[in-house]
């Protein structure tokens, strides 16, 4: 029997009850759609965090305090274990290194008169422009000599900008930061709110300040280390490594008590647990196609009842097993089709709409649309099959009696 | 040789557990061109002898030859095949499909056989039942009578071997009836085997030959002259 003709009698009974059709879809519909921009929300946020940690410097070495690990990335906690000293001496001594950045950062209140914002403040040298490729857009960034005399001034990010000086000149003011008051010498550019978190949202200090006259200690958090090229980065890490355990006293039976990531290291991590979030909201979606796969197979079985009468004519003028089984099946799998291809459109716009209305970023793979589009298909064949049997095995004569 | 022999067919059914028999031992010969009406109470077996001769049913025992060849035996898929190409089945409730076309009514039987030329053999065949104006028609936008006609277009646009007819004419004013009677003669005429199941004595009487069942045998086969007053025999 000619498939074109059976595609027609499939589309004809769809047709024929739009609503029961569309309401048979809708699970597929749903399923597919969520795969889709479930999938779109997972790679576009992989995609971000990938041009963030670029974004970051490339060439760079982060060593952190602390060994413990959470999938590839340190937790460094409390660990007290670097110091501003440990950077210096990466800076004079360890080859190929063109810049050093040490860093600590703490949640502090911020305050401008009536203004206040609970921000991120970040405690820096003056070679954080250079390393992490992020630079002030007006007035200028800590100074060698702001950290010698421990300067109480302050660079700000644009979205602590924008929230304490809505309608004034930010240089020059006077900001508190935890009681101590500080002056605002410089703006940084925007960075945007690239993945989850809003880069913006940070004032700078000098760390030596924040060090002694904000938070009383005498460690650093990070110490990120640009390295002249790709090539020189394990010579360099293998390099700083000795020299911090030289530094830190550490006996050859003594574990690390930092960790060395590059960029690579970091954007892998990332990627592990972007990938893991695709995998999840993706299954997710797969089992709501499941459940739109049971209402086909649903309404396939109500249907193969409604037209058993309809099954015994075409078995009176010839139609084989066959005939009848290939009939019902393209039937179903013509429902699911259709509904995946509507579950695309909608997981499409769906996409778009949520980078519009939340910001964030998505990315529609055709692969994702392949998987969703086959595994509709799939399901419409899986789930037809049962009732396209039962229609291929009713007896002519029963079929013809029913009314 | 006969084109249809039934020997000591026997056709039993299970109802709950319980054996009911329906036919009890038929044995008929139908040769080409005939024209064979059936008759008989409800119950006395005429129905299941259709179906079993339609290849929709199989006997429990017996052997039935269609040309020569004994069907008893054969696969799911060669009787399709011989429903498809040999036989034209004409139902009481017609059985058109809804929702489609007479045309595309006309040309199912096709669609099964892979022929290609589907849509002028099945103009062909409803202009020989005089339909051609109606083909774009669904059934619900023809009469009974009209309807009954596509059936016949339907049964015969394969150039079966054979036309069955069960109670054609049960759901159809006497006008109605009458139409499809005269088709059914002129089918006869140029040749066609036919076999009609009815209740109707005056239907029959239109049939060259009479074969009567009553508790799942035959009591009576006997052939008809052209036109009779009166038929014997009860219609029930």
Redesign the interface.
């Known amino acids: ?2 498939l074109a ?1 059976t595609v027609r009698i499939a589309w ?1 009974a769809i047709v ?1 009850n739009p609503l029961r059709s569309l309401l048979t879809m809708l699970g597929v519909i749903i399923g597919v759609g969520a795969v889709v921009a479930m999938v779109a929300i997972g790679q576009g946020a992989r995609q971000a965090i990938t041009e963030q940690v670029e974004s970051l410097g490339s060439n760079l070495l982060t060593v952190f305090a602390g060994t413990q690990q959470f999938g590839g990335i340190a937790t460094t906690g409390q660990v007290r274990t670097l110091t501003l000293e440990d950077a210096e001496a990466i800076q004079e001594e360890v080859p190929n290194v063109t810049g050093v950045s040490a860093e600590l950062q703490r949640p502090a209140q911020v305050v401008f008169r009536e203004q206040n914002v609970y921000t991120q403040v970040s405690a820096v040298t003056p070679q954080f422009p250079a390393v992490r490729n992020f630079h002030p857009a007006a007035g200028s960034f800590i100074s060698d000599a702001d950290m010698r005399r421990r300067a109480k001034v302050a660079v700000l990010g644009q979205t602590v900008a924008g929230e304490l000086f809505p309608d004034t000149d930010p240089l020059g003011q006077q900001i508190k930061i935890r009681g101590v008051t500080f002056t605002v010498i410089g703006v940084m550019e925007p960075k945007g709110a690239t993945g989850f978190f809003d880069r913006d949202d940070v004032v700078f200090v000098p760390l030596t300040t924040a060090q002694r006259r904000l938070f009383g200690i005498d460690y650093v958090r990070t110490i990120y280390v640009q390295v002249t090229s790709p090539d020189a980065m394990p010579d360099a890490q293998t390099g700083l490594g000795d020299l911090l355990r030289q530094r830190h006293r550490l006996g050859p039976t003594r574990d690390d008590d930092f960790s060395v990531r590059s960029q690579a290291d970091v954007l892998q991590a990332f990627t592990g647990v972007s990938r893991t979030m695709t995998l999840l909201l993706g299954g997710i979606a797969a089992v709501s196609l499941i459940v739109g796969g049971i209402g086909i197979m649903n309404i396939m079985l109500v249907s193969v009842t409604e037209r058993t ?2 099954i ?12 009848i089984l290939v009939q019902f099946l393209i039937e179903s799998v013509a429902l699911s089709v259709s509904g995946g291809i509507v579950g695309i459109l909608l997981g499409v716009v769906g996409s778009r709409l949520i980078t519009r209305l939340a910001g964030w970023a998505t990315l529609i793979s055709p692969q994702a649309v392949l998987l969703a589009f086959s595994f509709a298909v799939a399901v419409g064949v899986f789930f037809g099959l049962y009732p396209a049997q039962r229609a291929a095995r009713l007896d ?2 029963e079929a ?1 009696r029913h009314e | 040789m006969p084109l249809i022999e039934l020997e000591n067919v026997e056709k039993v059914y299970q109802m709950d557990g319980l054996e009911v028999p329906a036919l009890r031992g038929v044995t008929l010969t139908i040769d080409p061109g005939e024209f064979v009406a059936i008759m008989g109470p409800s119950g006395s077996g005429k129905s299941t002898c259709m179906n079993i001769l339609g290849c929709l049913d199989r006997p429990t025992a017996g052997t039935y030859r269609l040309e020569g060849v004994d069907v008893t035996t054969l696969h799911d898929t060669a009787l399709a095949r011989l429903r498809n190409r040999r036989f034209g089945f004409v139902f009481q409730s017609y059985n058109l499909l809804p929702r489609t076309p007479a045309v595309e009514n006309v040309e199912l039987p096709m669609v099964y056989a892979g022929v290609t030329d589907r849509r002028p053999r099945a103009l062909a065949a409803l202009d020989a039942v005089g339909l051609r104006a109606r083909a774009r028609h669904l059934p619900t936008q023809l009469s009974g009578g009209e309807q009954q006609r596509v059936t016949f277009a339907r049964a015969i646009v394969m150039s079966p071997a054979i036309v069955l007819a069960d109670e054609p004419t049960g759901n159809l004013d006497s006008t109605a009836a009458g139409e499809i009677m005269s088709l059914m003669e002129r089918l006869s005429h140029q040749g066609m085997t036919i076999v009609l199941v009815t209740h109707d004595a005056e239907i029959a009487a239109h049939a060259r030959r009479l074969v009567q069942f009553r508790d799942g045998r035959i009591v009576r086969d006997e052939p008809l002259r052209r036109r009779p007053e009166r038929v014997g025999g009860p219609a029930g």
């Open positions: 029997m000619n003709v004809r024929a009468r309809e015994g004519i075409r078995k009176a003028v010839g139609a084989r097993m066959r005939d002519p004569i013809l």
